[in-house]
Structures are given as C-alpha cells and as structure tokens.
C-alpha cells in the first residue's frame, strides 16, 4: 500500500515569514493546479496537510484541493515545531488550526501530520491532545534519528495503533529505508531531491508500505540563496551562523530543478491512495499496537 499526501504551507510562510511578495502568490497556485491535474489525469486521491492559519487567510485555495475531491488534513496551525510548544500550547494549536480548517471547507477533519515531523520521546503526549481534538490518524513519526529530533525509539515502521492514557490513535509512520546501519527516508521532501528517481522506485517497489509526502517547496525550481539571519534563527530556533545557513541552503536548494517531474514519474508509476482510504483498507486488528502509557 502507498500513501500520497501533500503539506500545504507555502502562502502562509510568504505572508508572514518570507515577506508577502505578492507575485509568488500566482506561482504556488501554479504548482498546485499542476498537482491537482496530475492526480485528476492518474485519477489518484491524496491526503493534502494544510496549515490552519493558511485556511484561515487563503480558504479559496482549501476549498479548491477540497472539491477536487481530496482529503484536507491539519498541518498545525503555525507550523511551530510540537517539540517547542509545550502541552497546554500544543493543544490551543491543534484546536485553533481545525477550527480554520473545518471552518473553510465545512467538514470535519480527522488526519494530522505535525510540522518537521517534531513528535518524539520528549513530547509523547503530543498523541494525547491530537486523540483529544477528535484526530484519528496521525502521520507524524519519523521512526529513526534525524537533524530536528525523530522518534527512533518509536517501534514500529508500519501503520499501527497507539495507545496513550486512555486514548488511541492510527499511525501512519514515514517509511524508511536502510543503509549503512542508519534509517532514512526516501519518499518525500528534501530526501526524495537527493535520491535518484531509479533508487526510490526500487525500495518502493519492494516495500509493503510506502509514504510519499511532498510540499510545493520541494518540488519548485530554486535557486540557491541563503536565509537571513533573523528569519532563520526565527525559524530553525538554532544560531544562524554562516555554517549552519549555507548547510540549510544546499539541502534545501539542491535537487529542485527536476523535481516535479520525478514526483510525477513516480506518481504514474504506482498506485497511490490517501489516508482515509488507507484506513479502511488497513485490518486494524492484525496491526501492531504501540503502548506509550507509563512512559511519559
Ligand atoms: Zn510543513
């Protein structure tokens, strides 16, 4: 089984992060008409993440994903990482990105996936407040290490249930691959830019379960260019030394020029279903079940 899913984020970063250029506007709307037209020609269905404050300033483009006939899921509501949030924080972001979201397209959302991947050891409970705010199915864990946090104590690489205090939840973890002892991902975001389309059609095609996700960053053109300082340390939450921005730069620059036509090639080339479908695909009673009561 293979899952697509999108996070829609970008007009929310232009307004207010990278400068409201009003011009980059048209062009996101470019991507993602694009994006809708390739799913409406393989006739494939996604999960599209959106940030709540992106529902609530542009519900036009919401509505537009929604109507297509896909399913809307939360992205958070500022794209604030959940690991700097504490409890009580993270719950008045859920609750608020789902009021926007719910708002716009007048439905109720019950998929998540939390920024950067950021729910980990240290923040568990993360599980609690979504089951709380009426989520059922998370994609949200990164189950290996990686530069922000990863869940590599996690146990499982595979949809399963989690059970935390009295409540639970459906997890659709990102798959990964091995090599060199290490676990990374392969199918979605900056990792699928550095791979070669070949390798990642391999693993894919060998593994039970894929997760492809992508942002329209991932998949525009760019151009290398370096992030303020302001903006960066703003952003990442770590010192914006000349070191630490020109590696963001390479990894989030390198790759891009022909990305959206892998992602396309491998799109056609499997099949995709979202999240919701997936759900009732999945026998929830074989899979595995993640106990994380008593550990938080
Ligand atoms: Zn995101």
Redesign the pocket.
């Given at each position: 089984m293979n899952i697509l899913s999108f996070?829609i984020?970008e007009w929310y970063f232009e307004k207010f992060l990278y400068g409201d250029r009003k011009e980059m506007y048209p062009v996101y709307m470019g991507y993602l008409d694009r994006i809708l037209d390739m799913l409406d020609r393989e006739g494939d269905k996604a999960t599209f993440f959106c940030v709540g404050e992106m529902a609530k300033h542009f519900p036009d483009v919401i509505r537009k994903i929604d109507t297509r006939g896909h399913e809307i899921g939360c992205?958070s509501n500022t794209?604030t990482w959940l690991n700097k949030l504490t409890e009580e924080q993270m719950y008045a972001d859920t609750r608020d990105s789902l009021a926007s979201i719910e708002d716009a397209i007048g439905r109720k959302v019950i998929s998540y996936r939390a920024?950067?991947f950021s729910i980990g050891e240290s923040n568990k409970y993360a599980f609690e407040v979504l089951a709380e705010c009426g989520i059922e199915c998370d994609a949200s864990v990164y189950p290996a290490s990686r530069d922000f946090g990863g869940f590599s104590s996690f146990g499982a690489k595979e949809p399963c249930i989690i059970k935390i205090g009295n409540k639970s939840i459906k997890e659709f973890p990102i798959c990964l691959t091995t090599a060199f002892g290490r676990g990374f991902a392969y199918s979605g975001g900056g990792y699928f830019r550095l791979l070669p389309l070949w390798f990642v059609k391999k693993v894919l095609s060998s593994a039970d379960y894929g997760m492809c996700y992508f942002?329209i960053e991932d998949l525009m053109y760019r151009k290398y260019k370096m992030h303020d300082r302001e903006f960066f340390e703003n952003y990442y939450k770590i010192p914006g030394t000349f070191k630490n921005r020109f590696v963001r730069m390479i990894k989030g620059s390198i790759g891009t020029k022909g990305a959206f036509n892998e992602m396309e090639q491998l799109v056609s080339s499997f099949e995709f279903v979202n999240l919701e479908k997936a759900d009732q695909l999945i026998n929830w009673n074989e899979t595995k079940v993640i106990d994380l009561k008593g550990n938080i």
């Open positions: 996070d984020e992205h794209h920024p950067a942002h």
